[in-house]
C-alpha cells in the first residue's frame, strides 16, 4: 500500500493543530499539506509505505520551511511528524481522505 493520497489530520499530538481544515496530501512528484496556519508544498518523490521530504511553505504568514517524514501504519493510519527549520517538530496521526483521487 502507498502514502500517495489525501490524507484528513485528525491529531497532532502536543499540538492544537487538528483542525477540520487540516490535511497532507502525496502525489508522485510531492504534495502539500495544512496544519493550522502551517502551510507548505512537499518536495521529494513519493513512493511505497513511507516517505522522507522537504518541505517550504508559510508559518503564520511568515515564510517557513523544513523536512519531515511519513509512514503507514498496520491500521492503515498514516503517522508522521513536519519539521521546521530552527523550530518545532510537529507530529501527527492521520487517517486517508474519501477524497483521495486526485493523486496519482
Not at 25 to 31: C, R, Y
Not at 46 to 75: V, Y
Request: with cysteine; aromatic share 10%.
Amino acid at each position: 500500500m502507498s502514502v500517495r493520497g489525501k490524507w484528513r489530520v485528525v491529531e497532532t499530538p502536543d499540538y492544537d493543530m487538528a483542525g477540520s481544515g487540516s490535511y497532507i496530501l502525496f502525489t508522485n512528484e510531492g504534495g502539500e499539506f495544512a496544519l493550522d496556519c502551517l502551510t507548505g508544498a512537499i518536495h521529494g518523490r513519493c513512493e511505497g509505505d513511507a516517505f522522507e521530504f522537504r518541505w517550504e511553505g508559510n508559518n503564520e504568514m511568515e515564510p517557513a520551511s523544513g523536512d519531515g517524514w511519513a509512514e503507514l501504519q498496520e491500521d492503515g493510519s498514516l503517522e508522521g511528524e513536519i519539521c521546521l527549520v530552527n523550530g518545532d517538530d510537529i507530529p501527527f496521526i492521520a487517517r486517508r481522505s474519501g477524497t483521495s483521487s486526485t493523486a496519482c
